[in-house]
């Protein structure tokens, strides 16, 4: 999954966009981030003023996915919801 297929997912699960960025650091708080690390992603949860790093060393798939798992997580969807 890239980024662009990850907006479309959480767009159409309704995902307030104040909740991510997907194009660099988050500039509000209680967010997370996929933002381009050199040759690599990281994902970043913002909070508090505080950025802390959930995952580094990633590729954007694999961090598209860890930050798809985190929604999912939260909101409790299921698979099937997915694709909805």
Not at 5 to 13: A, P, T, V, Y
Not at 31 to 53: A, H, L, P, T
Not at 57 to 78: H, Q
Request: aromatic share 10%.
């Amino acid at each position: 999954m890239n980024r662009s297929e990850l907006r479309g997912i959480l767009k159409r699960k309704h995902v307030d966009e104040s909740l991510y960025s997907l194009e660099g650091p988050a500039r509000q708080s209680e967010s997370y981030s996929i933002v381009k690390d050199g040759n690599s992603w990281k994902v970043v949860y913002k909070e508090r003023g505080e950025s802390i790093n959930i995952g580094v060393n990633l590729s954007e798939d694999e961090a598209c996915a860890l930050v798809f798992r985190l929604f999912k997580d939260a909101f409790g969807w299921t698979e099937e919801a997915i694709d909805q």
